[in-house]
């Protein structure tokens, strides 16, 4: 039997000879080199000894062939991918250079086309020019501008273009007829003709001269008649008019060019300029918007977003964003929702389209668009006090507790002189100030909330210990978190036998609201507004609350703030009570508070004395703006007061055409409900007043009453004398104005006139509902009544030609006629309900049956009359609703 050498044995294993004769060692096989041979019997040991490592190497092997084919295949499929990107790219370029190329066609098309119609329009209006001068005698008048000397060029071109032409026509024609008929009298002429084309070699200018008199000269020789001029021209005049004529076409021809180059050069120039002007414009532009934005404390990512004002028209969004209108309508279609450019597009459609345009867009609301935004130096901010709202459930103790705040600090016999002045009162404790704001409860809150206005620090929330938390504590525990205010609980009632202040602290827990003393975050306080005990201390809490949240407001700038409360008064006019924010209001200061500007003429403080300055936190009350500011807008000083007039004045113009977009426009969403509701009527309700409680509380009992077939629309509402403005937006949504304390002015009586717009004017807001609701019952669909007529008894049945099978019947009850419905009824059960068909008194056909007449009742299209059924009949009224 062959023997194995070692290094075979090696190869068949894959490793090196010294590797196997290290193996033959250990297995203490004899072996000294790689030619060594080894006996069978030991190399079955080794193959048994190595299978391990055969069996691993063999998986090594396989395992790299596995991913050596992995790899490959991987290789294979990203050069496929690329291979695939690379035949789309080539594609997408193909294609782009194809438009490209098309659109290039397209342009040099155009470019031809123009360039060949305006060589048309010049030539004829050449050839009209020509024509026109050359029946006209007289000289170019005074020195010619350039656009003219370029005309004249163009006309002298032709006259001499058309001349070259007659010439070389005549030379033809004397070369050819007459070619040896030289007249000797026609010599004069010849001169006549040459002299002044001698004398036209001249400056351009006077080219016109010399040429038009050649003209003449040649109309001349015209007049005189053909025969004359024909081959008259000797030899030299011809010449020299030749050498003329090349002489001036050359002069032209470079005029003309260095003309053309010149205005090239400066349409270019100018172009250039203009486009680094513009370059110039937008750099400084975003310069300054970072500028803003950095001392503004704004996000810098949020640059580039466009702010759009809500309810913006296609046009608006199209001069934002810098596109043609055209792109946003073609897009707009696209979205199933076409609008023209003067529609108003709603938020949604607004991003959407933005979006599809990869612009980045923040719809702005009226409030964030009328919102100011103050940067302030740390160095110069200084403490503030609080300003607080009391919320709670309804007779949980809110006025209660108001009232005794403000009779703290005050001595008793004051205590009855105490007025609410203004919409907020300050109180003193411990040296310090506390500023409540006294239209308590969270509605009022969350609207001057939602309208941008933050003005509270913090919240007490006040809760009836006999009472325990009732829904309105809940909202105001919402909304006071929503807010991101701090809650400070005043348990009040305390002094009631069933008062249970614990049980308070322990249902508040349910809504994240735990007492500092169970490591919560809110401070409880127990108290009785009534007998005004735990006062003190519920201020000490609030003061403590101000000291952890570091109230701070820079004092020393133009003031700004919210609008807490506006009002008309009879004797003083618009006056707002306002908080300021931020800097110190004086009187004399310019502002503008949402739609109304002024100067502040007068302020009272909460206590009803008149003051001069108001700081941060400090309310006051206004007097000197234009018109009625609204509750939440924000008001702001201005240096000057053209540009507080300038900001109201536009943002008053804006809020005219809004209305009148709103009142104008189905957006997307009313569209469906107007479609959907095809049935229900509309009243629309202008309404005005002299305090915005009176709005509130009309537009609440309005949205009351039930509006399933009338719907009351309430399209403006606004704090003031009812006005023009209000009349033309009336007449255009066929409103009705109603006004609360307030009348129309004579403008606006006269407006109301001339358009029929009805308006009416309350004291009370019941008489206005009342009016109201009959307004709407007038509206309402008249109601159908079903009126029993009669009721007849089937005693027999039988055949009547053409109508079939009809009842011999008895009228039991009233009188049936023949217009009436009836039911067939048997058993209890109506087998037939619907019109009669035939009736008939005997062989008489008749209008009705009286009771106990006998008749036959013919029914339509049922034959299935039986002895015994009951007819009864009916008719249907039309009744006028009540309700
Ligand atoms: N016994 C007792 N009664 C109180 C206390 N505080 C308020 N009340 C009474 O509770 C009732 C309601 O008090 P208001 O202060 O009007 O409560 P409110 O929360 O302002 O009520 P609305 O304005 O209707 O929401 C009044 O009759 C108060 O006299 C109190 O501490 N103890």
Redesign the pocket.
């Known amino acids: 039997m062959a023997k194995t050498r070692v290094h075979d044995l090696a190869k068949e294993y894959g490793m090196t000879s010294k590797e196997m004769l290290g193996h033959l060692a250990d297995m203490k096989i004899p072996a000294k080199s790689a030619s060594s041979t080894l006996e069978d019997a030991y190399v079955s040991m080794v193959r048994k000894q190595l299978k391990p490592i055969l069996d691993a190497r063999a998986a090594e092997i396989e395992a790299e062939k596995r991913a050596e084919a992995e790899a490959k295949a991987e290789e294979e499929r990203i050069e496929a991918e690329r291979a695939e990107k690379q035949r789309i790219e080539a594609e997408k370029r193909r294609e782009a250079e194809r438009a490209e190329e098309e659109r290039r066609r397209k342009a040099e098309e155009e470019r031809r086309r123009r360039a060949e119609e305006e060589r048309l329009a010049a030539e004829k209006k050449a050839k009209e020019e020509a024509e026109k001068n050359r029946v006209r005698d007289t000289a170019p008048k005074s020195v010619p501008s350039f656009s003219s000397l370029l005309d004249q060029i163009a006309q002298q071109e032709q006259v001499l273009k058309h001349q070259a032409e007659e010439a070389a026509q005549k030379k033809a024609e004397s070369k050819g007829s007459r070619g040896g008929k030289r007249g000797s009298g026609r010599g004069g002429e010849s001169r006549q003709s040459a002299a002044p084309a001698a004398s036209g070699n001249a400056p351009a200018a006077n080219a016109g001269a010399a040429n038009d008199s050649e003209r003449s000269d040649g109309r001349r020789r015209g007049k005189k008649g053909r025969r004359g001029e024909e081959g008259g021209e000797d030899r030299y005049s011809r010449m020299a008019r030749e050498a003329e004529a090349y002489n001036r076409n050359k002069v032209l021809e470079e005029a003309r060019e260095a003309v053309e180059e010149a205005s090239r050069e400066s349409t270019g120039r100018r172009k250039r300029r203009k486009e680094r002007r513009q370059k110039q414009q937008a750099e400084a532009e975003q310069e300054k918007r970072i500028e803003e934005a950095i001392a503004n404390d704004q996000d810098l990512s949020q640059l580039d977003t466009v702010k759009v004002p809500q309810g913006s028209t296609v046009s608006d969004l199209a001069e934002l964003l810098g596109v043609p209108a055209n792109d946003i309508i073609k897009r707009l279609f696209l979205l199933g929702t076409p609008l023209t450019l003067t529609e108003s597009m709603s938020d949604d459609l607004i991003e959407l389209v933005a979006d599809d345009l990869g612009r980045d867009v923040k719809v702005m609301t009226k409030e964030e668009e009328n919102s100011f935004s103050f940067y302030d130096n740390p160095e110069d901010l200084k403490p503030r006090s609080p300003v607080v709202t009391v919320m709670?459930?309804?007779?949980?103790?809110?006025?209660?507790?108001?009232?005794?705040i403000r009779h703290t600090g005050v001595a008793a016999g004051e205590a009855g002189g105490i007025t609410q002045a203004i919409g907020a009162s300050q109180v003193q404790i411990n040296g310090r100030t506390i500023t409540f704001i006294d239209t308590?409860?969270h509605e009022t809150f969350t609207a001057m909330r939602a309208r941008g206005a933050k003005v509270t620090d913090i919240v007490i929330l006040?809760v009836?210990a006999?009472d325990g938390v009732m829904p309105?504590t809940v909202e105001s525990i919402n909304h006071a978190k929503a807010a991101d205010v701090p809650i400070i609980v005043a348990v009040?009632?305390?002094?009631?036998p069933g008062a249970n202040p614990d049980k308070v602290r322990q249902e508040l827990t349910e809504y994240g609201v735990i007492p500092e003393e169970w490591g919560g975050q809110n401070m409880f306080v127990n108290?009785?507004?009534?007998?005004k005990?735990g006062i003190d201390e519920l201020l000490e809490s609030v003061l403590l609350e101000a000291d952890v949240l570091e109230l701070k407001a820079n004092p020393d700038t133009f003031a700004s703030g919210y609008v807490l409360e506006g009002k008309l008064d009879r004797g003083r006019g618009s006056v707002a009570t306002v908080l300021v924010s931020r800097g110190t209001l004086h009187v004399g200061d310019a502002l503008v508070a949402g739609l109304s500007y002024g100067r502040v003429r007068a302020m009272i403080d909460p206590k009803g004395n008149p003051v001069t300055e108001a700081g941060p936190s400090d309310p006051v009350e206004i007097l000197g703006l234009s018109s009625v500011p609204n509750a939440g807008d924000e008001f702001r000083v201005f240096q000057d007061d053209r540009e507080a007039r300038d900001l109201a004045d536009q943002r008053a113009l804006k809020a005219r055409i809004e209305e009148q977009n709103r009142v104008k426009h189905v957006t997307l969403e009313n569209l469906f409900d107007t479609m959907a509701d095809a049935d229900v009527k509309e009243l629309n309700l202008i309404i005005k007043a002299d305090v915005q409680g009176s709005i509130e509380a009309l537009q609440d009992s309005l949205d009351k009453m039930d509006q399933s077939e009338v719907r009351i629309n309430t399209i403006h509402s606004a704090v003031g004398a009812i006005n023009e403005t209000d009349v033309v937006l009336a007449d255009a949504s066929n409103a009705i104005i109603i006004g609360f304390g307030v009348r129309p002015d004579a403008k606006a009586r006269g407006a109301a006139e001339r358009a029929g717009v009805e308006i009416r004017c309350y004291d009370v807001i019941y008489k206005a509902l009342e009016d109201l609701d009959a307004a709407r019952i007038g509206m309402l669909k008249p109601t159908e009544v079903e009126v029993s007529t009669g009721l007849a008894v089937v005693l027999d049945t039988f055949k009547v030609p053409k109508v079939g099978i009809a009842a011999g019947v008895r009228v039991e009850e009233g009188e049936i006629a023949n217009s009436d419905s009836v039911r067939l009824v048997r058993d209890g059960i109506v087998v037939y309900n619907g019109k009669i068909a035939s009736m008939r008194h005997y062989k008489d056909e008749a209008k009705s049956l009286r009771g106990g007449m006998e008749g036959g009742i013919g029914l339509e299209n049922f034959q299935d009359i039986k002895p015994g059924d009951q007819i009864e009949a009916y008719r249907i009224d039309q009744v006028a609703r009540t309700e």
């Open positions: 709670g459930h309804v007779d949980h103790g809110k006025t209660s507790l108001l009232d005794a308590p409860g006040i009836a006999d309105q009040n009632k305390i002094d009631k108290i009785s507004a009534k007998k005990q």
